[in-house]
């Protein structure tokens, strides 16, 4: 089945350190989405692509970094910049047009 | 700047009665609007898209409407069932955009 693959489910970031959240997808979607969501608040945009080797800044992109080397895979870095990670982490994917977004099942970050 | 609604309390409603969600808008002028389903720890599932020009859609028990001159949208679930409690979430795009604006969601809890 195609879909969207998110890992790990569960990532613990310690102190200055850049952790890596994967996303790849298989529906052969050129548009890819990174979101926020902290609780009892709604999906915040932080980086989206929409061709390889191209992407953009969300709304909170300050702290995060991005790639879009394969139509497949949209990593996302949290940096020691990101003074506030702990959320949980959504990855979609869209095929063109005004057709809804299909997202991954999230990373949860925390911080130790 | 851009503001979505949702009502941060939960719905708490009898199981076979209709359940109806808010969605409010202000300062956007959307092209389309979406309807999501998120479950505890899952990603956003898509359920309804409608356009502006389109006053109400339907899918089975589904019912969605949307009125650009109250900047408002119904979501109606009728004869409700345990399995659709869940946080369901409101999102606009706009003509220019690929990108969607969610609101911070409504958790609707289907007592037996």
């Known amino acids: 089945d195609g879909g969207i693959t998110q890992s790990p489910k569960y990532l613990f970031r310690k102190e200055g350190q850049n952790v890596t ?4 997808q298989n529906l052969n979607h050129d548009a890819m989405y990174w979101y926020r969501q902290d609780p009892g608040q709604g999906l915040r945009l932080i980086y989206y692509s929409q061709i390889v ?4 800044k969300g709304d909170i992109a300050e702290g995060y970094s991005v790639s879009r080397e394969k139509k497949e895979s949209f990593p996302l870095t949290v940096t020691s910049a990101q003074k506030n990670p702990t959320a949980f982490y ?3 994917s869209r095929r063109e047009g005004n057709q809804p977004q299909h ?3 999230g990373t949860r970050l925390s911080i130790l | 700047s851009q503001k979505i609604e949702q009502n941060s309390e939960a719905l708490n409603i009898q199981e076979g009665k ?4 808010t969605c409010n808008y202000t300062n956007y002028s959307p092209a389309y609007l979406q309807w999501y389903r998120q479950d505890p720890g899952r990603g956003p599932v898509f359920l309804l898209l409608i356009r502006e020009n389109e006053k109400e859609k339907r899918k ?3 019912k969605v409407t949307f009125d ?5 949208s119904l979501f109606h679930i009728t004869a409700s069932q345990p399995a659709d409690s869940a946080t369901y979430l409101c999102a606009l795009t706009s003509n220019a955009g690929n990108m969607l604006t969610f609101g911070g ?3 609707l809890m289907v007592k037996p």
């Open chain 2, 68 to 72: 650009t001159t109250l900047k408002q």
């Open chain 2, 18 to 21: 209709t359940a109806t969600l």
């Open chain 2, 105 to 107: 969601g409504t958790r």
């Open chain 1, 103 to 105: 997202f991954g099942d």
């Open chain 1, 90 to 92: 959504l990855c979609a």
């Open chain 1, 21 to 24: 959240l994967s996303c790849e």
């Open chain 1, 53 to 56: 080797n191209d992407f953009q």
């Open chain 2, 60 to 62: 089975e028990r589904l």
